[in-house]
């Protein structure tokens, strides 16, 4: 039985060109923004025990966003930085022998996760003394009482995966402004993908803008979610309302599963007991590219950041169509 | 709670130098074989719709220990998963069309046009030697033939079709119906892993080895999805499942390669075809790992022009201690 799918449709609204990716030399971007440019590295070069750097990599690292206020292309340059930073760390224990240590919560970190993170926050506050930050392993740390600008991190999203060597794991890193986040990057290192959200701007991977596709019934939808072991009690149940409806359930991919989502070849992510480091990043990366991101009542995802704050747990659905969403609270019918 | 394990251990028998990659520009190894040396390609330049070659990759490694006729078929071998992936990477992440087949799984025009690259490299080199394609089947132009390539151009087609790079290419040569050669490949990333009997298996070149663990507890357990398990084997699998110390999902074939890696040490699944599991045996064993049935039994499958794709319930372990420890869980009968 033939039943011809596009794997991607871009919409209508994509209209505006697709920026194009800076030369290697291109130290200085146009715009009067520079860009790290670190050494490429081709995955069939790495090999376990070390990286071996190849050349120069011509990757756009933030496409120059004109229409943005001249503050959020600072911290978009910033935020870039941020996530090279970790992905030097992140590469170097890639593969490589280290240590797993247990959390009280019993969720395994390393200290590529720890490094990371205190890569990530010495460029944020040599950039922005005053900001606050958040990180997953050291939770709130700031030199004011308050600040209006938090950033939030996590080093390594899917530290199981990053553990047993696949390389789809992603550093999140969002930019709250008064509890909104206005920018968002889920990168993933050792491919050196890097998607890039915006508030006001086209979501874009390695300078490319993306977007999601069409799906107007859920029996069409591509699924993924992380693993069947992360939905408890109720929230099984709904998940399951929602699995036996979609065209074909997927698992395994952790942050990366929204970051296809964001580029149109995935559907659908419903997942259970994220923390706010895990899917703040993905609100401006998501709406970015058209999709929507909500709890399972259909409500916006709002974590309010402060130094009182706990990292409670949310249930989120992303969609890259709305009819689809809705189709997914109906079935969630998550009270 | 600090429980401090290393990530790789390499066991003592790997003594012998790691043999370096050739450079770029050695088309001919010092053994007088050449290998092909297809474009590399970072995923980072990869933004669909087509990919951007960077530069040839290193290939494979010289195997002086080899019958100078298993490195022939080594050589081929190559050349038959770089035509694969010149096909395949023009199609990930872009349009094509999705077919159902009806056993109700996906097949894509990625599949089909690269099985046909393969075996187009197979019968100029080897014409009388039979194929196996997932999508095609037996062919042969003899009645029998001694030597048997069994293909999957793409082992994970629904992770293929979501963009997500950790499908396979699997290719599997047997002699007489036993493995003696076997290839899994991901285009996209640019990694091969090749295994061939009396060799250690190598990925990208360099020789890798499965790890040491000894007690189920300890062990990082991965399968593609827990819907691929029915009835009796469910509860199986159930009871190894709730053993180890995390059980993962989603890899496919990826998952085997991992292992004989030394990053994974435990792989169970359900259903598998003989061309998602032949190709993986001559890796696995060659990086001193296990690989059977639930049973505990070597996988066999009998090559012919009347065979038909049954399914099998595989055991892949790093270390024969748990996978003793995996069969006794699964009690299988």
């Known amino acids: 039985m033939r039943s011809a799918v596009s794997a991607s449709q871009i919409p209508t609204f994509l209209a505006k060109p697709v920026t194009h990716l800076p030369s290697e030399s291109l130290r200085t971007a146009g715009h009067g923004q520079s860009f790290a440019a670190p050494s490429a590295l081709s995955l069939c070069h790495f090999t376990g025990g070390g990286l071996q750097a190849i050349r120069p990599r011509a990757r756009a690292m933030a496409a120059s966003t004109p229409n943005a206020p001249p503050h959020l292309n600072l911290f978009a340059d910033v935020a870039n930085k941020v996530a ?81 060597g696949k390389p789809l794991f992603g550093t999140l890193i969002a930019l709250l402004h008064n509890g909104t986040p206005i920018l968002g990057i ?52 709904a998940f399951f309302r929602v699995r036996d409806k979609v065209k074909i359930p997927l698992y395994g991919c952790d942050c990366y599963a929204y970051a296809l989502l964001s580029s149109g ?10 923390k706010p480091y895990d899917f703040l990043a993905l609100i401006p990366v998501i709406e970015g590219a058209g999709g929507v991101i909500t709890d399972w009542k259909g409500q916006k995802l709002h974590w309010e950041a402060s130094p009182l704050s706990t990292a409670t747990s949310f249930n989120v659905v992303a969609a890259g169509d709305k009819h689809i969403h809705q189709q997914t609270i109906d079935s969630l019918q998550w009270k």
């Open 84 to 164: 090279d930073a970790a992905g030097v760390v992140i590469r170097q224990y890639f593969r490589s022998k280290f240590d797993i240590i247990q959390k009280d919560d019993l969720s395994p970190v390393t200290i590529a996760d720890q490094s990371a993170e205190e890569a990530m926050v010495s460029i944020i506050l040599d950039n922005f003394p005053s900001h606050a930050i958040y990180g997953e392993e050291k939770g709130w740390r700031c030199t004011q009482d308050t600040a209006d600008y938090v950033w939030v991190l996590d080093p390594i999203d899917g530290t199981k995966s990053f553990i047993t």
């Open 265 to 274: 070849f995935v559907d659908l992510v419903v997942e259970s007991g994220l």
């Open 186 to 237: 889920i990168d993933q290192p050792v491919l050196r993908e890097r998607w890039v959200g915006m508030t006001g701007e086209t979501t874009t991977l390695n300078g490319k803008h993306v977007s999601t596709r069409a799906c107007s019934n859920l029996s069409q939808a591509y699924l993924y979610t992380t693993s069947p072991h992360l939905f408890s009690g109720d929230a099984e149940d």
